[in-house]
């Protein structure tokens, strides 16, 4: 099987976070949109692996007592942007009792869901990047830049992962709580890229070796 070089990792590309009016919007997430759309969009042209993450809560989800109730599942707040979306794609529950397919690797889409801020606390994330082997870079944009991206990101990298997150792709809540985010994730090997320099990896061939 031929080797990835690329894979694209999207984070809680939600109603509820990306637009005004959301339950838990991150203000100016919208205007991520058409850069979220370029990628999605070059992905699938080029065959290149998106993940995506989710939230997908129940009612009673006990991180409402942090966070206001968000992306209650089957909820509009919880549906994936269209732009962040594949025609085709294959949604993996935080079910421990739940057997990753065999042939998931071919989904042009992977869509990850979770109750936390950690996309790993579901069992078969770290399955999924296992199975797609140590060769690739993960290219990471999404929100919140300070929460679950860092979190996607730090749990890339401590898998021995390559990581580049792309900065004019992430949205965060806080400036500072952002920068801080980011320089931690430099300090432990993570490399910053553009949407551009992001596409231009994949006209490079980038996809698969």
């Avoid at 990792?9 to 919208?30: H, R, S, T």
């Avoid at 290149?48 to 968000?70: I, N």
Wanted: hydrophobic share 45%.
């Amino acid at each position: 099987m031929a080797l990835r070089r690329i894979v694209f990792w999207e984070v809680d590309a939600q109603a509820d976070f990306m637009l005004p009016g959301g339950k838990l919007y991150v203000p100016g997430a919208e205007r991520l949109i058409p850069n979220l759309r370029r990628l999605v969009a070059a992905a699938i042209e080029a065959g290149v692996l998106l993940v995506a993450s989710g939230d997908a809560h129940p009612k009673d989800d006990p991180e409402f007592e942090t966070f206001a109730p968000h992306c209650l599942r089957g909820t509009p707040g919880a549906r994936i942007l269209a732009e962040g979306l594949a025609q085709d794609f294959r949604t993996i529950p935080n079910d421990a009792s739940y057997r990753l397919p065999d042939d998931i690797l071919r989904s042009p889409q992977v869509i990850l869901e979770k109750q936390t801020l950690d996309v790993f606390d579901n069992p078969h994330a770290s399955e999924l990047v296992e199975r797609l082997g140590a060769e690739a870079e993960y290219v990471v944009f999404g929100v919140v830049t300070e929460y679950c991206v860092r979190c996607a990101a730090k749990g890339l990298l401590a898998r021995g992962r390559k990581v580049a997150i792309v900065r004019d792709a992430i949205e965060t809540l806080k400036i500072e709580d952002g920068r801080r985010a980011l320089d931690e994730l430099q300090s432990l090997g993570a490399r910053l890229i553009t949407t551009d320099e992001a596409l231009a990896a994949i006209r490079a061939g980038g996809a698969k070796a």
